[in-house]
């Protein structure tokens, strides 16, 4: 079974995260099939909204630390880069249902959703300095212009999480429900019926203010984090988090 499922209903793809095991963390096989499935619904006449989504009890862990450590991702033609690309440019409505853990890129994809429902529980971080790397997916720019840039810098500099009620009241989230997947799916099933054209249109309305400045800023995002993936701050977070996982193992004699 993939990592990456998509599964088409009448005129909306759910493309769900399927790793639960290792709470949905994302590999470079992952991104490279999430930006494949976006791009193919780009492309798909038949498909008229996205509902981006997880299975188990988390959104996702973000970035999966063993493949940073062991494959980082420091050119723009990495899976990364290519999945990121397909969600800035991704022109149809874009719903999430978030449950659980949203952790880096887990939060900062859904600065590029049209719609995010969340269940009452979800908690969002970006804890990217704590890891000794910077913000991306154009975080830095998004998130500032979305909640002012104090409070941005203190989510960003302490890698502090955030509750549901939060990101509501911030506008990264619009509701929150205890069935987030399917008060997302009723959404998604909503814009689909509407008329095509006028969605893509108005999103791309929505979006033009700010599309190339992101892109930019997405650019120059991905040097400074190809290059803090290889510095001995990263190394250390990225070490410190395996040998605290191999200490729960042996805790708990697996
Ligand atoms: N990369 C790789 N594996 C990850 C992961 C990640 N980002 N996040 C979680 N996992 C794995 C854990 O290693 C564990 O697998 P194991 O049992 O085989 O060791 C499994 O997923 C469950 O995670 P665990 O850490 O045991 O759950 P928890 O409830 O104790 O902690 C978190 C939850 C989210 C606080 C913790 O997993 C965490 O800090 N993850 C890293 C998040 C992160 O920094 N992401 C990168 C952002 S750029």
Known sequence: ??????????????????????????????????????????????IRAVLLTSTGDHFTAGNDIRDFMEHPPTTQDSTVAAFLGAILEFPKPLIAAVKGNA??????ML??????????????????????LVPEAGSSLLFPALVGYQRAAKIFMTGE?????????MGLVAEISTDSHGAAMAIATQIAAQPPTAIINTKALIKASKHDAVAAVMKAEFELFSLALTSDEAMEAFMNFMAKKAADKEKDGK
């Open 1 to 46: 079974m993939s990592n990456i499922t998509t599964t088409a209903s009448g005129s909306v793809l759910t493309i769900a995260f399927n790793r639960p095991e290792k709470m949905n963390a994302l590999t470079r096989d992952m991104y490279a099939d999430l930006a494949q499935a976006l791009n193919e619904a780009a492309g798909d006449f038949a």
């Open 111 to 132: 600065l590029h959703c049209d719609v995010v429902v969340a269940d009452p529980g979800a908690r969002f971080s970006m804890p990217f300095a704590s890891l000794g």
């Open 161 to 169: 999480s955030f509750s549901a009620v939060e990101a509501k009241e």
């Open 103 to 108: 952790v880096g890129v887990g939060t900062t």
